[in-house]
């Protein structure tokens, strides 16, 4: 199985902004994959190859990535909440997504893109 690389996909949100993030997953020929017994990953850092991991979600977490029912449709909902960005800089960060199957096999989703946290000006707790 080998997924189709969408590319560079810019994501834009504000400083602590609680937003779902739609991804869908389909293979080389356009169709949709099933993500039954895949594990997908989002992952941001300060840029590409950088260690420290500034936010990682994985669907083993319902609450971090669900993947959306029927799992043969490729669509997963990664959802960021306030904590996840509301102590990162107003400026430009690294994403990618990947899914990964029993077995080992990983296939990248979204190549690394641009992740642009702006800033707010109301703050919360």
């Known amino acids: 199985m080998t997924c189709a690389v969408q590319g560079s996909q810019t994501v834009e949100v504000q400083q602590g902004e609680t937003v779902t993030l739609q991804l869908s997953v389909v293979d080389t020929d356009g169709n949709p994959v099933d993500l039954a017994t895949t594990t997908v990953w989002f992952t941001v850092r300060r840029r590409p190859g950088d260690a420290r ?13 669900e993947i959306l029912s029927p799992t043969a449709d490729g669509i997963a909902n990664i959802m960021l909440v306030h904590d996840d960005t509301k102590n990162l800089r107003p400026d430009t960060y690294a994403f990618d997504a990947w899914i990964a199957y029993p077995g080992g096999a990983v296939h990248p989703v979204i190549e690394p893109s641009p992740f642009i946290v ?5 703050t919360f707790a």
């Open 118 to 122: 702006t800033p707010t000006v109301t």
């Open 53 to 65: 991991l500034l936010i990682q979600k994985d669907s083993s977490d319902i609450a971090e990535v």
